[in-house]
C-alpha cells in the first residue's frame, strides 16, 4: 500500500497509521498495537525517507461510558480524535458522546458518517455536529460496499464530508490517488484539494475545521 501510495502522493505527504482501538480493549493488547505502530513506523521511515511522512494515530470504537486509549489514538501534538461507533448506533447516542469528548477537550473527527442509520436518514446532522466541532471524513473504502456507497456519493455531493480518507485495510483498497480523484471529482460539490490537502493539514495543525456543508470553492 505504501509503495503505491509513494507513487501518487505529492512528494513530502503524510501518512497518519490509524489502527483499531476500542474502549472495551484489554490493556495488553493495546499497548502491543501501539508498540507493532510504532516498530512499522520506524521501519518506513528509513524506506521512505524523503518522500512520505508518517505518524501514529488510531480509529477508536466509542461504546458505553469508558474514555480509555484517548491519548493513544490522538492525532500527535491535537485534540483531534478519530473516533467510529457501531454502525447501529442512534443518533441521541452518537449526540451524547461526541458532546461527552468535546468537554473533556477533545476534537471529535468521524470516522466514515456514511455508515450510521442517523446519518443516512438526516445527512444535515453532519452540520449540527460541525457546528459543534467535530469533523467528518468519508472512507474510499466505502465505495465497494454497496450499502454505504450512495451515502458516501451524497455527502460529497453535498459538501457535507471535511475530508476523504483512504480507510485502506489491504492492497485492494482504494488508496489518495489520482484513480480515486477522477472517480469523485464527478460527483463531489468540494474540490479534492480540499479534502485530502487542505483540511487533513488543519487536522495536522489543531485547528478548528470549517461548518458544513463546505463551499464549493475556496473563500
Ligand atoms: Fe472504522
Not at 95 to 123: D, F, N, T, V
Not at 145 to 150: E, G, L, S
Not at 163 to 172: M, N, Q, T, V, W
Not at 191 to 207: F, R, S, Y
Request: glycine share 6%; hydrophobic share 40%; with cysteine.
Amino acid at each position: 500500500m505504501l509503495n503505491r501510495m509513494s507513487a501518487g502522493l505529492e512528494a513530502d505527504s503524510t501518512v497518519v497509521f490509524t489502527p483499531h482501538y476500542s474502549c472495551r480493549m484489554n490493556r495488553r493488547i493495546a499497548m502491543a498495537r501501539l508498540k507493532r505502530s510504532m516498530k512499522f513506523q520506524d521501519r518506513v521511515e528509513d524506506e521512505f525517507s524523503g518522500n512520505l511522512n508518517f505518524l501514529i494515530a488510531g480509529e477508536l470504537m466509542i461504546s458505553g461510558s469508558s474514555l480509555r486509549y484517548m491519548e493513544e489514538i490522538r492525532y500527535p501534538g491535537t485534540g483531534w480524535v478519530l473516533v467510529e461507533f457501531s454502525t447501529s448506533v442512534s443518533w441521541l447516542e452518537t449526540l451524547i458522546q461526541l458532546r461527552r469528548l468535546i468537554s473533556r477537550g477533545y476534537m471529535p473527527l468521524i470516522a466514515h458518517p456514511e455508515r450510521y442509520g442517523w446519518c443516512r436518514r438526516k445527512r444535515s446532522r453532519l452540520v449540527t455536529l460541525s457546528r459543534m466541532g467535530c469533523g467528518a471524513m468519508i472512507s474510499a473504502r466505502s465505495f465497494r460496499i454497496k450499502k454505504y456507497a450512495q451515502a458516501a456519493r451524497n455527502l460529497l455531493r453535498d459538501g457535507l464530508s471535511h475530508a476523504i480518507c483512504s480507510d485502506a485495510h489491504s492492497p485492494r483498497d482504494h488508496i489518495i490517488d489520482r484513480r480515486l480523484k477522477e472517480k469523485i471529482t464527478e460527483f463531489s460539490r468540494v474540490p479534492w484539494e480540499v479534502l485530502t490537502k487542505e483540511i487533513p493539514e488543519m487536522i495536522l495543525n489543531d485547528e478548528r475545521l470549517p461548518e458544513l456543508p463546505l463551499p464549493k470553492e475556496r473563500n
